[in-house]
């Protein structure tokens, strides 16, 4: 167990409307992650964080924003949410080693 | 940039056989590791091997091997004497920097029983 929470696991909502996923950490790792997984495509990077309030995007960061104002939490932001960010969402940290341990998931539907 | 291939989407084996996982991928980085992650029908995604760049040994874990080819950029993945457990989609991965990984679109791996 990577000491890794997501909430909400599952989110039904309407096209335009704000949504925010929470990853919470318990192991006071520097390096945070938000990836999206869609069938096709395989895991993508949204953004990433490698400490308190920095911050970078991914390959698929148009639409999402993030903030990271504790070491623990990292936030994934949809401002206005369209079907096309209907997926999966992991968070993820790193250990010092590069691998990444990931949370159960956050399945996002938009309609 | 960098990019890892998969180009087996589903593959589909009878138990007790012998299944490899291909794995292609595109560096210009002289130094960088490689993983494979295991992703069962439950949704959650494990953490198989990392694997550095500097190291081409061969690793063998239980059922399990791992052949990295610096000359062909390939990191293949065999499990042996297949079980229905091993059902999964599986996923190669590269990097290690602060950046996270790149992920491979995976191999959908069907073990009949």
């Known amino acids: 167990d990577a000491g890794i929470t997501q909430s909400p696991r599952h989110k039904v909502t309407e096209t335009g409307t704000p949504v925010t996923l929470r990853c919470h950490q318990t192991e006071n790792h520097r390096y945070m992650y938000w990836y999206r997984q869609d069938p096709g495509h395989g895991l993508r990077l949204i953004h990433y964080s490698y400490g308190v309030k920095d911050t970078d995007k991914g390959e698929v960061s148009d639409g999402y924003s993030v903030s990271r104002s504790k070491t623990e939490d990292f936030l994934l932001t949809l401002e206005s949410a369209t079907s096309s960010q209907t997926s999966v969402y992991f968070c993820a940290i790193s250990s010092p080693t590069g691998e990444l341990f990931f949370g159960e998931g956050s399945r996002l539907t938009v309609l | 940039a960098q990019k890892v291939t998969q180009a087996q989407t589903e593959i589909s084996v009878v138990e007790k056989e012998d299944v490899t996982l291909d794995c292609v991928y595109e560096t210009r980085d002289t130094t960088y590791y490689l993983f494979w992650y295991k992703q069962p029908p439950s949704g959650e995604l494990v953490f198989l091997i990392r694997r550095n760049s500097f190291d081409e040994q061969n690793e063998i874990s239980g059922r399990y091997s791992w052949n990295f080819q610096k000359s062909t950029s390939s990191f293949n993945f065999t499990i042996t004497a297949s079980q229905v457990v091993d059902s999964a989609v599986y996923f190669c991965?590269?990097?290690?920097?602060?950046?996270?990984?790149?992920f491979g679109k995976g191999t959908h791996l069907i073990i009949q029983p």
């Open positions: 991965a590269l990097g290690g920097g602060a950046d996270g990984l790149t």
